[in-house]
């Protein structure tokens, strides 16, 4: 089942785009309903122009659940399903060995689970180019960037999972029979 979008609107404002300093931004509101019975208002920014586009998200019932939230990605259309992760939030894909910490300057963001992917491939990528030529983890990271770009055409089957302590990290699947919430309980919470 695809998560329901309801309420989109558009609103035309005249300012100018920051970037080009030509086009006129429009911004559209979207509120999703996530698979816990909490709502947030996803704001969009695009210029009608050049490339600019950037996204404000807004929970407008909190979620202070604690809890583990956990995506499988077995196709191209789970990658369009969205991430939201609180700064308390450790995002984490075991299969890649790869995670997000939390921690007080970790960003809040707003992407898609294929958002998430092109960072973690920026990141291990100029790792790699820092690696001496025989160097031994170059296989290992090799294989990370091999499995990365499978990933993101679909190709490579794996779990994402969100931590979150203090709750407040999202995510909305594209299929919600690959999602599922395991609350923390007060005792596992140190
Ligand atoms: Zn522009």
Do not use: W
Request: glycine share 6%.
């Amino acid at each position: 089942m695809v998560s329901e979008k309801r309420n989109s609107e558009e609103l035309d404002f005249s300012f100018k785009c920051p970037l080009c300093d030509k086009g006129k931004i429009k911004i559209s509101k979207t509120t999703y309903d996530v698979p816990d019975g909490d709502k947030m208002l996803i704001i969009k920014f695009e210029c009608d122009i050049c490339e600019f586009s950037n996204n404000d998200v807004i929970p407008l019932t909190a979620n202070n659940t604690p809890g583990i939230i956990t995506l499988r990605v077995t196709n191209e259309s789970d990658l369009k399903s969205k991430i939201y992760r609180s700064p308390v939030g450790r995002l984490e894909i075991p299969e890649l060995e790869l995670f997000v910490e939390p921690g007080p300057r970790a960003d809040f963001y707003y992407t898609n689970v294929e958002g998430i992917l092109f960072r973690f491939e920026n990141a291990v990528s100029i790792y790699r180019k820092n690696l001496e030529d025989d160097d031994v983890q170059i296989e290992e990271i090799d294989e990370v960037l091999q499995n990365l770009n499978e990933a993101l055409k679909g190709d490579f089957k794996f779990t994402l999972i969100i931590t979150d302590r203090g709750g407040g990290s999202y995510i909305i699947p594209e299929d919600e029979s690959k999602y599922s919430f395991e609350k923390l309980e007060n005792n596992e919470l140190n």
